[in-house]
């Protein structure tokens, strides 16, 4: 098994920034892709950043030039710098961690969330 520990939401103000960091530990072999995904009331999660084991990158359109993905392989950990915070950027918040298992399958594990709330 294994398990995501978020850290680093709360309440911003817009323009604001926050930095969300999300820990893996348990039976890690290898970690393939980790990333950020986000829900926010009456809306399906979606992808917000995806870094990949050789640090490539994908963002959804809503962040680019504002939030940025990094990992640190030796601690399995992956943080989330959230800049220039809109009030539309409020969401829970989930860490995602792909770990591949035998014969080709990928499990993917998932953090317990965490509330970032934009708002004056």
């Known amino acids: 098994q294994v398990q995501l520990v978020e850290s680093g939401g709360g309440l911003v103000q817009p323009g604001g920034s926050l930095r969300l960091s999300c820990a893996a530990s348990?039976?890690?072999?290898?970690?393939?892709?980790m990333g950020w995904y986000r829900q926010a009331p009456g809306k399906q999660r979606e992808l917000v950043a995806r870094?990949?084991?050789?640090?490539?990158?994908n963002y959804a359109n809503s962040v680019k030039g504002r939030f940025t993905i990094s990992r640190d392989n030796a601690k399995n950990t992956v943080f989330l710098q959230m800049n220039s915070l809109k009030p539309e950027d409020t969401a829970v918040y989930y860490c995602?961690?792909?770990?591949?298992?035998?014969?080709?399958?990928?499990?993917?594990?998932w953090g317990q969330g965490t509330q970032v709330t934009v708002s004056s």
């Open positions: 995602n961690a792909e770990v591949p298992a035998r014969f080709g399958v990928v499990n993917h594990y």
């Open positions: 348990g039976s890690i072999f290898r970690l393939n892709a």
């Open positions: 870094i990949s084991s050789s640090r490539s990158i």
